[in-house]
C-alpha cells in the first residue's frame, strides 16, 4: 500500500510541477508560479559537424525558396532552428505572425508555452530543434495546403535525415498527419508513437490549441502523459 501511495503521490507532483511550468492559472495563483531551471547537461549525440553545415544549408535555401506563393507573402523564412545532433525534435504545422517577423519558429505566445514544456522535461531550448512542416506562414494563420506542404517539405525531410533524432513531437493535426500519411484527428494519434523511416514520432496538441483550451486540464493532462513517454523512451 505504501508502494502504491509513493507512486500516486510522485504523479500527483509530477503534474502539478508541469502545471506550474505550462502557468496553468486554474491550480496556481501567478505569485506561486516559478521556473524550473533545467540542471541537465545539453542532450547526447553523434558529432554535429556535418550536420550543422548541412542544417545551415538547407536554412540558405529555404531562406532563398519561391517554390510557392508563400514566398511572396513572407516578411522572412523560418528554416527552424536548434542543435544539430539533437535527440528530440518538435515539428509543427507552419510559423504564425511573430515567427514571420522574427525568422524564428516558436517564438510567440505558443513558443513561450513550447518553451515551458521542454523545461518541464528536463531539456532546454538548445539541446533540441524545433521545426515546422512550412517554413513560410499563410495568411491568417489558416492550416497548410496541400501543394504548400508538397512544396516546403522536402526541407523538412532533409532535417529529420540530418539530425537523425530519436524521438520527434509531432505538434498539432497537420503534423501528425504528415508522419502518419493519414487524416485521422490528434485527439486519435495522440497518447501512442508512430514510425517514421526508423524515427519514433510521438503526436501530441499544439501549444497554441492548449493556450485556446485553457481552462480544460484534460487536454494538458494528456499533453504531459503524451511528454512523459518521450521522456521515457529517452531515458529521461
Known sequence: ??????????RAEERLRFYAELGAEFIFHKEQIKTVEPSLPAVAGPSSGEGEEGLEEVARLVRACRKCPLAGLRHQAVPGEGRAAAELMFVGEAPGEDEDLQGRPFVGRAGHLLDRIIAAMRF??????????????????????QEEISACSPYLLRQVELIQPKVIVALGKPAANFFSEGSLPISL????????????????????????????????????????????????
Open 189 to 236: 494519434l495522440r497518447g501512442r508513437f508512430l514510425d517514421f523511416h526508423g524515427i519514433q514520432v510521438m503526436p501530441t496538441y499544439h501549444p497554441a490549441f492548449l493556450l485556446r483550451k485553457e481552462d480544460n486540464r484534460t487536454f494538458k493532462q494528456h499533453t504531459w502523459d503524451d511528454m512523459k513517454q518521450v521522456m521515457a523512451l529517452l531515458g529521461k
Open 1 to 10: 500500500m505504501a508502494a502504491r501511495d509513493d507512486g500516486l503521490l510522485r
Open 124 to 145: 532546454r531550448r538548445e539541446d533540441v530543434f524545433i521545426a515546422n512542416i512550412l517554413k513560410c506562414r499563410p495568411p491568417n494563420n489558416r492550416d497548410p495546403r
